[in-house]
């Protein structure tokens, strides 16, 4: 994607939750004023920052809708449903930055042990989706900047999975990765 999609998406994005909390309802976009890249269906999170803390979050890891409705989606849902936080209000609005990751497809990793495993995961610090059971998680690559042992991570990660800490381990989970394109906003 290049500078002028990011910037128009990134614009798209905050004037949607602007127009929310003035309206009240949800922007109207014809879709001939978005550029044909964004119409392709990709999937997406956003995450929404303030002072550089986390003040919502959510997305999908599979592509559902064009990108440019799945990014203002998420946006709304980061904003007034991310279960962690309270709503946003309307004051915050202009003090939270907005951070969307454009997510490759997921990948399948076949690793045959947990050393391999570990390896792997220090050489790409890729995003990493787990599932056991009925148990899974999903940290973006941007987790790495704050985990960087591969271990701690996931770890981590198995504890938001619902799982014991130390369940990588085990040979029964199932483990994807994938990449993000990620545009931030300037602020």
């Keep these: 994607m290049n500078t002028l999609e990011q910037e128009f998406l990134l614009k798209l994005t905050r004037e949607s939750l602007e127009y929310y909390f003035q309206q009240h309802d949800f922007m109207i976009i014809q879709k001939e004023m978005i550029p044909e890249s ?10 929404l920052l303030e002072h550089e ?7 999908r890891l599979v592509p559902v809708y064009p990108l440019y409705q799945d990014v203002l989606h998420n946006a709304f849902e980061a904003a007034f449903h991310d279960y962690r936080f309270e709503r946003l209000n309307r004051e915050e609005l202009d003090g939270v930055q907005i951070e969307i ?11 045959a042990n947990p050393a391999e495993l ?3 995961l220090q050489l ?3 995003g990493l989706f787990i599932k056991a059971g009925f148990n899974s998680a999903n940290f973006l690559p941007q987790i790495w900047e704050q985990i960087s042992d591969p271990e701690e991570f996931l770890t981590e990660l198995c504890i938001q999975a619902g ?9 029964k989970l199932e483990i994807d990765t994938y ?9």
Excluded: C, D
């Excluded at 964004?38 to 995450?47: C, D, G, I, K, Y």
């Excluded at 990751?101 to 076949?110: E, F, G, N």
């Excluded at 990449?179 to 602020?187: A, S």
């Design 124 to 126: 790409n610090k890729p």
């Design 38 to 47: 964004l119409h392709e269906n990709r999937a997406s999170f956003v995450s």
């Design 118 to 120: 570990v390896n792997f």
């Design 101 to 111: 990751s454009i997510l490759s497809a997921m990948q399948p990793l076949q690793i």
């Design 179 to 187: 990449t993000v394109e990620r545009i931030m906003e300037e602020r």
């Design 163 to 171: 799982l014991a800490g130390y369940h990588w381990k085990n040979k």
């Design 53 to 59: 803390m986390l003040r919502g979050s959510t997305g």
